[in-house]
């Protein structure tokens, strides 16, 4: 897994006095794009109308470590047998795939709360959706900053 | 998050200090765990065990202590006893001189010495999965009791050693640690606030990293971070270092396994 | 074989919400990355998450590589009657890793 420090350095010194050109030369997966997320989402929703509201979605502002971020979920909902929460999808617009996670639940929950840790490989953002169990479906989204950290080891991502 | 673009904000702020001379150690009552300068969410995972991810490791750690091992077909408890009693303080006190080495001796190879000579059994690597769960385990055991670097005359050439380290400077980016910890701490380097670098939670489970480390990964990391060659893992470099800096958070609590970004 | 640790409540009120936190270790190996010598690093991810109680399944999640490292979950339940909440997890490669807790409710 331990890279060869020294090499690493080197190649990113290089890399750093090529400028522009050399920047090309960085091997790295094809990112998401707003295009993609959207494709993603119109998979959960189909032709359905998304509305904003009843869904919180809990993430930093400005995070110094994008490789492992708190998450938090909460949609606002009864949680009865007749009107509660189905699904909470989460989806992100330039990590390598749109998809982060899409959890169901059902009334047995009681409290439609749900936290994770995720990547977020640049500063981007991110979208909550929710699905009641009425058929429709709500949004939450966020704009996190992802800082630079200064002494890096490698890119996890 | 690329190569080239991290190099140059990691450069800028560090011409700054650069032309500040080196600085005195950090006074004892200002001191301070990175854990102060965390998020909310960050502490958060620290704080509770059942979120830590480092207890993942001191699980494992917890079945290794427990487990026969070599030749000899006993288990460190076998010895030592339960951990909770016997370690309690042992990472608090490392390094700490071994006579037949002759030089100070890290919380890791104080393990192997453990392993080979009593259990007859092979040492385990460093930054490997056992060493990471085996010391996070037995150093989990000293969590709030002070660092207490051992009063013992002999480790004396070794601390002032690793002390020269901490303000020789080096690398291509020609920077000492206390360029940064001692003089520096509080301010942003990049995205980071610069910790003063106490070691008080070693290993660590670091975000960046999504994985539990030791305190000389974190060092190699540093000097990678200065551009300069770093040594081979338990150097005697590194130890001494160690003991420097165990030396300078003397009297802080230990925090294992504590969670960093 | 890999670690987990669970976070039930041992006792709750009839009809409480308690709440669940799951930790289990895991590289969540995202398919994305490239070893020192440019070769791809092939996906190992942890794909889904599954709880029940008593046997009926309450919760379960689809898991993506952006989930990070050795995955955290937390959810809620109605604590309904006393018994067993049952956690399993499965992923690439054949990747099975099941967990329990017991609940007591009065």
Known sequence: MHKQPIMQATRRAFLAAAGGAGAALIVRPAKATPAAMTAAIKQVVGEAQINSGKVKLDLPPLVENGNTVAMGVSVESPMTAKDYVKAIHVFTEKNPQPNVISAQLGPRAGKAEITTRVRLADSQQVVAICELSDGSFWSDKVDVIITLGACLEDNLI | ??????????????????????????????????????????????????????????????????????????????????????????????????????????????????????????????????????????????????????????????????????????????LSCGQCHDDNWGKSLAGNTVPQGHPTGYPIYRLEWQGLGSLQRRLRNCMIGMRAESYAYGAPEYVDMELYLMWRARGMKVETPAVRP | MARTLINVPQKAKRGEVIAIKTLISHVMETGFRHDNMGKAIPRDIITSFVCTYNGEEIFRAALHPAIAANPFITFHTVATESGTIAFRWTGDNGFSQDASAKITVG
């Open chain 2, 1 to 174: 998050m690329s190569g080239p673009a991290r190099l140059s904000i990691f450069a800028a702020p560090l011409l700054l200090a650069a032309l500040v001379s080196a600085g005195a150690e950090i006074a004892l009552n200002e001191r301070r765990s990175a854990y102060d300068d965390m998020s909310r969410d960050n502490k958060a995972m620290q704080d509770d065990d059942t979120s830590n991810p480092g207890m993942l490791a001191v699980l494992d750690g917890e079945a290794l202590w427990a487990a026969k091992a070599g030749a000899s077909g006993k288990s460190c408890a076998d010895c030592h006893g339960g951990a909770k009693a016997s370690m309690k303080g042992v990472a608090a006190r490392h390094p700490s001189f071994d006579a037949s080495a002759g030089r100070p001796v890290n919380l890791e190879q104080r393990i192997n010495t453990s392993r080979v000579q009593h259990q007859q059994a092979s040492p385990f690597a460093y930054e490997s999965k056992e060493m990471l769960a085996l010391s996070a385990y037995v150093a989990m055991q000293s969590r709030g009791e002070p660092i207490a670097p051992p009063d013992d005359p002999r480790l004396k050439p070794f601390l002032d050693r690793g002390r020269a380290q901490f303000n020789q400077r080096q690398g291509q980016l020609n």
